[in-house]
């Protein structure tokens, strides 16, 4: 079997354009929906990621607000200025870019965003909100895995859902939205015996660890829907010396012979990830003014 390759980025430009619909059907009832986006430091990489954001926001057309600190900000100093985001009208989603210098507690910051602008949906508020069904912001990278897994399968209840990975920000609110969709779930992680096994009574599989193609292809269930969150960055001795590339962290040869459906890295979650973004912040735009939120998530 070779499997159905999910096309993250055909499916996040789908869904950005849903969104730039709805943006724009907002717009002419006088509403601009506006993401603000901070980032402390001076790291590349991390600046060319919210540099990305700000340029797809602006694309959806709603309103970048960027704030690029030096990386000696202190806490105190971030904390006014999310309090001055919080307060700001203009404003519907504030993004703290993570990680933070360790001279700022980052739970401390996440705690200060107010949860209905919260569009990353860390918020202690949101969080639970989740776990107890009530509608919040759902953390973007694992609604992105949702919504890509339901672009292969729409009914996912009953099925056999294994999460590996248990972090607040991935592999926790994953789980909690495979509850949802009635799956049967297994979180897994490091102190997780047989993993190999566990991963095999999948039928939903994710992996979000954050060590190269660390899922072979015999942990695979044949058919399983396969979907790799991780982001690892490794030497490619054969593109020249001191090159890299990005893997995730499933060995995506060795499962796509055995899966139904893979995401593929790059190309997969990650593209997601962002535009769920700008879905959230629509939302928080709609949840502040009591507006309905429109119907943008399900990519064609
Ligand atoms: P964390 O480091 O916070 O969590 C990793 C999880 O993997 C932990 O629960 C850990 O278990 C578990 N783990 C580590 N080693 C093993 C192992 N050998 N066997 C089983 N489980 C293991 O990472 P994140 O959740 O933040 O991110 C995971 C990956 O996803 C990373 O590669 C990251 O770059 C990527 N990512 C991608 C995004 C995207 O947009 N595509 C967004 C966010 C993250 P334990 O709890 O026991 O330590």
């Known amino acids: 079997m070779s499997a159905t390759i999910i096309d993250g980025k055909a499916h996040a430009q789908g869904l950005r354009a849903r969104i730039a619909d709805a943006a724009a059907s907002l717009s ?6 506006g993401l603000a986006v901070v980032i402390v430091g001076e790291d590349p990489a991390s600046q060319l990621y919210v540099k990305n954001k700000a340029r797809q926001t602006v694309e959806v057309g709603m309103r970048s607000f960027e704030h690029v600190l ?4 202190t806490e105190a100093e971030l904390l006014a200025l999310v309090a001055g985001l919080n307060a700001d009208p203009a404003v519907d989603g504030i993004l703290v870019q993570l990680p933070l210098p360790k001279q700022i507690d980052a739970q401390k910051i996440i705690e200060a965003i107010d949860p209905a602008k919260d569009v990353d949906g860390f918020h202690p508020i949101n969080a639970g ?5 009530v509608p919040g912001l759902v953390s973007c990278t694992p609604l992105g895995c949702l ?8 009914d996912l209840a009953g099925l056999n859902a294994v999460v590996v990975g248990r972090s607040n920000i991935v592999g926790k609110p994953m789980a909690q939205l495979l509850i949802a969709q009635s799956c049967t779930v297994t979180v897994a992680h490091s102190r997780t015996r047989e993993l190999p ?9 994710v992996a979000a660890v954050g060590r190269p193609e660390m899922v072979r292809g015999d942990w695979v269930k044949p058919g399983a829907i396969v979907i790799d969150v991780g982001i690892n ?3 490619n001795p054969a593109a020249g010396e001191g090159k890299t590339k990005v893997v995730g962290d499933v060995a ?6 055995v899966a139904s459906a893979i995401t593929p890295v790059p190309g997969g979650v990650g593209p997601m990830t962002i535009a769920c973004l700008l879905r959230n912040t629509l939302e928080a735009a709609c949840l502040r003014r009591g507006l309905p939120m429109p119907a943008v998530d399900f990519a064609a």
Do not use: F, H
Request: charge should be positive; aromatic fraction near 2%; glycine fraction near 10%.
């Open 147 to 154: 919504l890509l897994i339901q672009s292969v399968r729409r």
């Open 129 to 133: 909100k989740l776990m107890t069904g």
């Open 233 to 235: 960055r490794v030497p």
């Open 197 to 205: 096994g566990v991963c095999r009574e999948a039928d939903i599989l």
């Open 28 to 33: 002419s009832r006088g509403v601009t929906p």
């Open 252 to 257: 995506y040869g060795e499962a796509a012979q």
């Open 70 to 73: 030096p990386a000696s900000t």
